[in-house]
């Protein structure tokens, strides 16, 4: 699976962004796909993901009731709405992928094993 992530930039606090990360491959199917970040010095960290068909989102505390995932599988493509962004949630972010036969399992947030290339988002105070 490949991934390409894209829609990084800068944005004041308060503000808003949206990420897309387009997947290809012969596995699009039955991929969960997810989002991790990782700011300068610090470990990266997961921050959302969502399942194929049954689209179950997962976040962690810190961006939960801001960011909002989501997917279009005809589209190959998933989305990482982001609002009322704050300076901490600068960081390098990136799209991940695993191959799950179980829809309703409970999604990971580690152990992906396709990732795109990073994409800046910067959110100034």
Known sequence: VQLQASGGGLVQAGGFLRLSCAASGRTVSS?????????????????????????????PNSVKGRFTISRDNAKN????????????D????????YVSTDDASV??????????QGTLVTVSS
Do not use: H
Request: charged share 20%; net charge positive.
């Open 31 to 59: 991929v969960v796909m997810g989002w991790f970040r990782q700011a300068p010095g610090k470990e990266r960290e997961f921050v959302a993901a969502i399942s194929y068909r049954l689209g179950t989102p997962r976040y």
């Open 107 to 116: 999604l990971r947030n580690y152990g992906y094993d396709y990732w795109g």
């Open 77 to 88: 493509t998933v989305y990482l709405q982001m609002d009322s962004l704050k300076p901490e």
């Open 90 to 97: 600068t960081a390098v972010y990136y799209c991940a992928a």
